[in-house]
């Protein structure tokens, strides 16, 4: 999907085609959106997990459209404020770090790294030191660490440091990637996700940042290169920025060790949920747990049941509203 729109072209024609149709079969969409039947029931299932349409209950269900205000107002107003968020917080950090600069040599405030290699071993060499607490905003497409590589984050949790990161939902659909994140949490990570993150960042000990410098559109010119910000309002700034999107960030819970039952709910059912309001596909979700998708679907429909909604979004309220995650 194209950054910035809440529906990709084909997801887009779908839906306007369901609402002509009033009601659809997946095969019956397909031949009027000259689709596969696969690829009408991959874009069938994203537009059901945006609460965008209701299918009904058979080995061949037919296909409802719903009311797109209600399923995409909250995404549309929440994009709103975190771009005015962003606007502000970019203000703030140009405006503080040019009164920095101003009065201080900028050279003893941020040390520049070239190199994805000087990136990685910095990262390594900080995660060594840290006593206290470390920070991830962990986008997509890492540019120095693949979070399997992170061998340094067990040793750390060991130690006692707190760990805190924020995962790109993006970065939780990527192959191997919720596997590494779920190895983490069950260490001791916190993890939570958001649909996007500003930048990629790391802090450690409240002291020292490390952050990138080239955009991700620019990335394939030559060498990374990365500022490793000491105390100051800079670094002051960004841990505002981190601190402003954990409160917004949904909880990753991937761990399944505790056995209390929550209201009807078993271990899988919670863990299933998790995944679910942070954002993870079905398919992600059916690989995570070994079951078939008709299942994923078929226990998401039984906590609807005891939330007595008959949406996911519905869902992913109550749960949060009822303490279930």
């Avoid at 299918?55 to 269900?61: K, R």
């Avoid at 952050?211 to 620019?218: A, F, H, I, N, T």
């Amino acid at each position: 999907m194209q950054e910035g729109l809440l529906l990709d072209a084909r997801e887009e024609q779908a839906y306007r085609l369901l609402v002509g149709l009033s009601a659809a079969r997946s095969a019956e969409l397909a031949e009027v959106a000259e689709l596969t039947r696969h690829e009408a029931d991959e874009v069938l299932q994203r537009l059901q997990a945006m609460g965008l349409v209701a299918a009904s209950q058979s080995d061949d269900p037919v296909f409802r459209p719903l009311p797109p205000d209600v399923a995409l107002g909250t995404t549309l107003l929440r994009r709103q404020e975190s771009l005015e968020t962003a606007r502000k917080t970019v203000a703030a950090l140009s405006e503080e770090f040019r009164a920095s600069a101003s009065r201080r040599d900028a050279h003893h405030l941020v040390e520049v790294i070239v190199g994805a290699t000087a990136l990685r071993e910095r990262l390594r060499d900080l995660q060594e030191s840290a006593r206290e607490e470390i920070l991830w905003f962990c986008r997509a497409n890492p540019l120095a660490m693949q979070g399997a590589d992170n061998t340094e984050e067990y040793g750390a949790l060991t130690r006692g440091v707190r760990y805190r990161a924020i995962y790109e939902r993006a970065l939780l659909e990527t192959p191997g990637e919720l596997d590494s994140i779920a190895e983490g949490v069950s260490w001791g990570e916190e993890a939570r996700a958001l649909p996007t993150l500003p930048v990629r960042l790391a802090i450690v000990d409240r002291s020292t940042a490390v952050c990138p410098l080239v955009r991700d559109d620019e990335l394939g010119i030559g060498e990374p290169t990365a500022a490793v910000i000491s105390r100051g309002q800079l670094l002051d700034a960004l841990l505002a920025l981190f601190e402003s999107h954990w409160e917004q960030a949904t909880p990753v819970k991937l761990q399944r060790g505790d056995s209390a039952e929550t209201e009807g709910l078993d271990d899988n059912e919670r863990f299933l949920l998790s995944l679910l309001v942070a954002g993870v596909p079905d398919k992600s979700i059916a690989s995570q747990l070994g079951i078939s998708r008709r299942t994923v679907q078929r226990r998401l429909d039984r906590m609807m049941a005891l939330a007595g909604v008959d949406t996911r979004t519905g869902l992913a309220f109550q749960a949060a509203k009822r303490g279930w995650i």
